[in-house]
């Protein structure tokens, strides 16, 4: 079992930067595949990155600008956003799953608003 809790939301102008941090509870947080997704308001959830032991991908609406990182010692997941756009106002999931099955655990969510 694994909670996760994120943080770090907040306002911020349009070409600023926030970074957000998802914290895990419970075992063995390094073999576990990370991920964050987005849900904007009257929109579906979407893929933003994902980090794994193989390395990093990104959505093509982020690449460039979002960086995914984790510190296993400290069982924590980031996101680091620059560059950020209205269009990346949503709530911010981050997930986790085990090799070879879909994601299971999802935290609570962090609201991003870029104002223009």
């Known amino acids: 079992q694994v909670q996760l809790v994120e943080s770090g939301g907040g306002l911020v102008q349009a070409g600023g930067s926030l970074r957000l941090s998802c914290l895990a509870s419970g075992r063995a947080f390094s073999t576990y595949i990370m991920g964050w997704f987005r849900q904007a308001p009257g929109k579906e959830r979407e893929f933003v990155g994902t980090?794994?032991?193989?390395?990093?991908q990104y959505a093509d609406s982020v690449k460039g600008r979002f960086t995914i990182s984790r510190d296993n010692a400290k069982n924590t997941v980031y996101l680091q956003m620059n560059s950020l756009k209205p269009e990346d106002t949503a709530i911010y999931y981050c997930a986790a799953r085990r090799l070879g099955k879909n994601y299971e655990y999802w935290g609570q969510g962090t609201q991003v608003t870029v104002s223009s």
């Open positions: 980090i794994t032991r193989s390395g990093i």
